[in-house]
């Protein structure tokens, strides 16, 4: 499988590679399947971090196709982690659905990072979709684990399959979560966080915007913190998850 100029790139930024073996997969709702893997070495030498992701290369039709997803419950010491696939028409989902036990898939690491912010934020602002759930919580579990107590968050998280909001989002007593359906083809949920989202609302100095939806919508909503209320672009995290 050819990996074209995209994987050229990438293996001159110091990407490394690896290949992964299915352990299994199980249903977390019709729409949203995990799949179990062995790391064949990645999380030994390329550590891990809060809401790390690794680039997959999918085969369709002789040709490489890579996309990001992220890792779920990684155990360094077994040499395991899961990754989480929201359903729709595309050539990973259709892995993910089809996929068996001792299937292998080549990954490739590089490109991601994430600290978490310190001082800790007064409060983080999250939008998300089943796409960027697994991001969600590993961020999540890492404000728990970085400041006692935890910083508080306020999340919208958009949703397309009726099953969506009941995916696991773990959340303490302090953090606010709205679910949203996908409307108007995302235009109803950046309108709802950024009427949200305002100079009475927010602290600039001291709050953290992590974003990551649809790549449109990404852009739309950190346009409005950076031109609209001023946020620092050292203050907020966004990634465009998919697009249309
Ligand atoms: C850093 C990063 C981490 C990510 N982690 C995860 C993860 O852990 N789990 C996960 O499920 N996704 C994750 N994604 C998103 C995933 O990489 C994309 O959804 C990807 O496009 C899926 O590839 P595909 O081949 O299935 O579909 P594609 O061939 O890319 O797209 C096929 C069709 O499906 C639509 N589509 C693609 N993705 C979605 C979606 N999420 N929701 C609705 N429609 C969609 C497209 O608009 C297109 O019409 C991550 C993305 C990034 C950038």
Redesign the pocket.
């Known amino acids: 499988m050819k990996r074209n100029w995209e994987g050229v790139v990438l293996k001159v930024m110091g990407a490394k590679d690896f290949t992964l073996e299915v352990t299994g997969s199980e249903e977390i709702t019709p729409d949203?399947l995990r799949v179990h893997v062995r790391d064949g070495g990645l999380l030994g030498r390329s550590g891990l971090h809060p809401?790390m992701?690794i680039r997959?290369w999918?085969n369709?039709s002789g040709k490489a196709?890579q996309?990001?997803?992220?890792?779920?419950n990684a155990s360094p010491a077994d040499g395991t982690f899961s990754?989480?696939?929201?359903?729709?028409?595309?050539?990973?989902?259709?892995?993910?659905r089809s996929v068996q036990p001792g299937d292998t898939i080549d990954a490739t690491v590089q490109?991601?990072s994430f600290t978490f912010p310190q001082p800790a934020p007064r409060r983080i602002w999250v939008v998300g979709?089943?796409?960027?759930?697994?991001?969600v919580n590993s961020l999540l579990d890492e404000r728990c684990r970085v400041a006692a107590g935890g910083t508080p968050v306020t999340a919208w998280l958009e949703y397309?399959h009726d099953a969506d909001s009941s995916l696991e989002v773990r959340t303490s007593d302090s953090d606010v979560v709205t679910w949203l359906p996908?409307k108007r083809d995302g235009a109803a949920l950046v309108e709802e966080v950024c009427a949200a989202l305002t100079a009475d609302t927010v602290s600039v100095s001291d709050d953290f915007f992590w974003i990551?939806c649809?790549a449109s919508s990404t852009r739309a909503i950190v346009k409005h913190l950076r031109k609209e209320i001023g946020v620092d672009k050292h203050r907020i995290d966004a990634?465009?998850?998919?697009?249309?």
């Open positions: 949203f809401t992701w997959l999918f369709d196709h996309r990001a997803y992220t890792l779920v990754m989480d696939f929201a359903m729709h028409n595309g050539v990973a989902a259709d892995w993910a490109g991601s979709d089943p796409a960027s759930i697994p991001a397309q996908r990551a649809e990634l465009g998850y998919w697009r249309v």
